[in-house]
Nanobody, 124 residues
Framework: QVQLVESGGSVVQAGGSLRLSCAAS??????MGWFRQAPGKEREFVATILWSSGSTDYTDSVKGRFTISRDNFRNTLYLQMKSLKPEDTAVYYC???????????????????WGQGTQVTVSS
């Protein structure tokens, strides 16, 4: 049984930093990613990483501020966030893809499993 368990969400002031974690279990994955969803908005792509190679990609709004990484030994995914802005406020979701999908890795359709989400609130 696949499980993705996020942690690390909190309330932080603008300009601050947070690190999110996602503990994964149940099977190996092709890729993992982070998405976020703000109130009244659609879930949007944040970052992705190929589990074997470590290759990464980010949405433009977080480039230079967020870093996605993984610990193969602990089967854990991380999202290091710095220089946080109020517009980063959202529920952050960990996602995992069991295999390579034909569509874009920016799409929710590229991922087969999802965590329950962790709230990040950035105050101004």
């Amino acid at each position: 049984q696949v499980q993705l368990v996020e942690s690390g969400g909190s309330v932080v002031q603008a300009g601050g930093s947070l690190r999110l974690s996602c503990a994964a279990s149940g099977r190996p994955f092709y890729a993992m990613g982070w998405f976020r969803q703000a109130p009244g908005k659609e879930r949007e792509f944040v970052a992705t990483i190929l589990w074997s190679s470590g290759s990464t990609d980010y949405t433009d709004s977080v480039k230079g501020r967020f870093t996605i990484s993984r610990d193969n030994f602990r089967n854990t995914l991380y999202l290091q966030m710095k220089s946080l802005k109020p517009e980063d406020t959202a529920v952050y979701y960990c996602a995992a893809g069991a295999h390579r999908h034909s569509g874009s890795s920016y799409s929710t359709a590229a991922y087969d499993y999802w965590g329950q989400g962790t709230q990040v609130t950035v105050s101004s």
